[in-house]
């Protein structure tokens, strides 16, 4: 099965707290990429990460960090000093890497609110 | 500069009428994708296309129709038949060797 789960439905938090975003995912691909977007009140999704199967390196970027952990098929998503501007819908998806037909697979979204 | 572009914004239907929606990209993109997301809900795929004058159902086909005629254009037909169209729609696109997809600003349709 393909899946991916988002369990946190919505998390709220006060600005400056950490906060980790949960993504666990399904596939029958021994190959694949991970990405996690968000959503901004404005509505168009922005592309924060990818990454692949065969790279377990974890990434920081600024106040975000991704850890992946390949043996129990999650791939969260932590903000550090959390910023009002933070406040979105998260979205993880995964994709086949030699999946031609480019169809991605997401979750149901995570809400973010960042409580000044 | 290189984007996907949807048009309009904000569209109203009445009922019985069909509508579509605009999706260009520049980005040179082989793929193309229509998404549905409902309040609160996640995304939803419509139709997708891989190549020039191909596409694939998605999950939620029934009462919308495409085309894609050129590389950069991707248009969205909400037919008479879809009975509940009221929802905000996403297009991208993605590059064959590149498997991230990038979203256009979206288009909320509303039924009156």
């Known amino acids: 099965a393909q899946k991916v789960t988002q369990a946190q439905t919505e998390i709220s938090v006060v600005e400056k707290e950490d906060v980790t975003l949960d993504c666990v995912y399904e596939?029958?691909?021994?190959?694949?990429?991970l990405f996690w977007y968000k959503q901004p009140p404005s509505g168009e999704l922005v592309f924060l990460i990818r990454?692949?199967?065969?790279d377990e390196q974890n990434e920081i970027s600024g106040r975000y960090s991704w850890n992946f952990q390949k043996s129990t098929s999650s791939f969260n998503f932590t903000i550090t000093a959390s910023q009002v501007v933070d406040s979105a819908v998260y979205f993880c998806a995964n994709r086949g890497l030699m999946d031609s037909n480019y169809q991605l697979i997401w979750g149901a979204g995570t809400k973010l609110i960042i409580k000044p | 500069d290189g984007g996907i572009t949807q048009s309009p914004k904000y569209l109203f239907r009445k009922e019985g009428q069909n509508v579509t929606l605009s999706c260009e990209q520049n980005?040179?993109?082989?793929?193309m994708y229509w998404y549905r997301q409902d309040p609160g809900q996640g995304l939803r795929l419509i139709y997708y296309s891989q190549i020039v004058n191909d596409f694939q159902k998605g999950d939620i086909a029934e009462g919308y129709s495409v085309s894609r005629e050129k590389k950069e254009s991707f248009p969205l037909t909400v037919t008479s038949a879809q009975k509940n169209p009221t929802a905000f729609y996403l297009c991208a696109s993605a590059a064959g060797t590149g498997p991230e997809a990038f979203f256009g600003q979206g288009t909320r349709l509303t039924v009156v």
């Open positions: 990454r692949n199967s065969f």
């Open positions: 980005l040179n993109h082989d793929a």
């Open positions: 596939t029958r691909d021994t190959t694949y990429y």
